[in-house]
């Protein structure tokens, strides 16, 4: 029982910690750089180029603040972490932002006293097949063996999807992402299911790209986002209006081409105005940011769909779920207003 | 008396040479490979085997490889082999990880230095070892400096740039360096009379060697957080080369444990007889007999930490190994799983192989044995 009461006075210790670690703006801006924990490698996400720097989509999004907070995308600082560590990484503040697509769960955002700003990619869980067994939708597969990973709330989903269908499967169980990438093409299973996006990630290292084909059925909810901690309403409203400034650029359709004459033209549209620092936002100096941040964000880093295509089409990922809503999608993004 | 060439005094003919077929390539060939029908018919099929092994694998590796290309459709458009350009575009990134290109020269005079540093440690023959001693004894202090900066106008550079096999040698280095004094200093400890003192030593032998080295890294980037104070900044390079020194450290004390158990307990007799100190006997007696005896099990340590340094990977630190696996998230070179890891298998054989090679030629030359 003693042991117990010690460790859940530590953890208390640390939620208590988080919460009085405000001001963290002020912290970024005397540091001059915004210190931000990512992946230590995800195709489309997070990889370093052949020169070092790092790129991705949720590089981006570290930039993008970057961009809105300082005015300069590069002033990052990159902390990588696996799955294991990012939570307490964050907690412990050796990051300001945890942007390594992390699912949005409940005790994630209750239990480990964290924010979770919004979602910037909807994944979920799906499948892929070989084209030559002429599998057009997952509901096909009774009886297949699917190569999958142990320990993971994708193995849970599987068994639900194939139950909840009547069908059966040979499960393969296999430990990582690689050995999973190796048995499918040695044709030890015929179906490989993981959250989709990491199965256009492994469908692009095949030599043969095009012999492969991911089904359209997507059996769970993996919205995926940047997160903070407690405590700092400010700094976590700074970090989601960030998010909501590059998809509302996308609607808007301002891009890193045009923002620099939209912003110095007076617009039609009031809310290109607002965004981009013409007409007064109110209650931007509350989140103390100057009034050309969304300028900095979008000419430096893009708009939602630029920073999409240049990291995920070349994964041949389409918007899908992505989009926004008025083209079908599930981004629906408040006012600016 | 008249001696022609064919006639000789008793003893005084030269050796013949051997039978035709007994010496030479033939006569090794007859005695190796071919010296019963059943050899002759497995050399046979072994040779075959070598032929499929070095035609297959030669191809790969070097008749279709690809060196230079800027991705892997590039590559696949040249040729079928291995892709080797992934490794040539990123050979920086594989040594130095992401440490600031302008201030790379720090590094490579660090690593030189290294080797003067550790030339008197390694070769007690060497000349001047005194002065070079000295310089040994500054030297962690000037490659901190230099590598970290931040003094004497260096520019400072964190440390979540360090990477590549350069995290490594840093990793593997200064906890094998510090791992061997606390190491002779736990296994005297073990056999000490002062009971204090060895309860302490079994307690933190028994508790390192009874931890996993991955939990103990998890320690160290995890649970040090929610103990230490919100806002310290303990570096994690730190953490984990003090966790790796630790965990070092224990098995190294009972392999040493084991040589001083080796030794005769005449030796220790005689010492006393002559009136040594406890730290004369130590010195003089006790460490010279049991290090020599140790040095296969301490450098079989040393090997098996220097490997465990990739574990590192799973706490976020990008090693050799984790650099590798980032290049293979690049979309740009995405797939080339197999020379990314035989590459980094390669970084790692010839530390490995380096460090074996020296603890041999260590072995020879304290040998005393009468052969």
Known sequence: ?337 | MVFDKNNYSPGTHPDLPPPLGTVGVVGWLKNNLFSSLSNSILTLLSLYLLYLLIEGGLSWFVVDAVVNANDKPGCRKIADGACWAVIVKRFDQFIYGFYPLAERWRIDVSFCLLFVAAAPLLYPDIKFRKYMLVFSCIYPFIAFILIKGGLFNLLMIETNLFGGAMLTVIIGVTSIACSLPLGILLALGRQSRLKLVKVISVCFIEFMRGVPLITLLFVASTMLNYFLPPGTNFNLLIRVIIMMTFFSAAYIAEVIRGGIQAIPKGQYEAADAIGLTYWQTTRFITLPQALKISIPGIVNTFIGLYKDTTLVVIIGLLDPLGIGRAALADTKWNGLSTETYLFVAVIFFISCFAMSRYSLWLEKKLSTDHN
């Open chain 1, 1 to 337: 029982m003693k042991i117990k009461a010690l460790l859940a006075a530590s953890v208390a210790g640390v939620m208590f910690a988080g919460s009085v670690l405000a001001g963290t703006l002020d912290d970024v801006r005397a540091r001059g750089k915004l210190n931000c924990i990512i992946n230590t490698g995800l195709a489309g996400f997070a990889a370093p180029d052949d020169k070092g720097n790092w790129q991705g989509f949720d590089v981006d999004f570290c930039k993008a603040v970057a961009a809105a907070v300082l005015g300069d995308a590069n002033k990052v600082s990159y902390t990588t972490a696996t799955g294991k560590t990012r939570f307490t990484k964050l907690a412990a503040g050796e990051g300001e932002i945890l942007s390594r697509n992390t699912t949005w769960t409940f005790s994630r955002d209750v239990d480990l006293a964290q924010t979770f700003i919004g979602v910037n990619y909807y994944d979920g869980q799906g499948f892929m097949v070989p084209k030559k067994l002429g599998v057009k939708s997952a509901k096909e597969l009774d009886g297949a063996s699917v190569c999958i990973q142990t320990g993971t709330t994708t193995e849970l989903n599987l068994a639900e999807f194939f139950a909840g269908n009547n069908m059966k499967y040979n499960p393969v169980p296999i430990e990582t992402n690689a050995e999973a990438q190796e048995l499918y093409k040695a044709g030890r299973c015929d179906v490989y299911t993981t959250d989709a996006s990491g199965l256009y990630a492994t469908k692009m290292s095949f030599d043969n790209p095009d012999a492969h084909a991911v089904l359209p059925e997507i059996v769970s909810k993996e919205p995926l986002g940047p997160v903070v901690r407690h405590g700092d309403d400010q700094w976590a409203d700074i970090v989601s209006w960030v998010l909501r400034a590059m998809m509302s650029a996308e609607e808007k359709g301002i891009t890193s081409k045009n923002v620099k004459k939209l912003a110095a033209q007076d617009n039609k549209d009031k809310e290109i105005n607002r965004l981009l620092g013409k007409d007064p936002l109110q209650g931007l100096s509350k989140l103390g940011l100057s009034a050309d941040w969304a300028v900095n964000v979008i000419s430096q880093v893009g708009n939602y769909a630029e920073s999409f295509e240049r990291n995920l089409y070349p994964l041949t990922i389409v918007r899908g779920m992505n989009a926004l809503y008025r083209d079908g999608g599930l981004h629906y993004i408040p006012p600016i207003k």
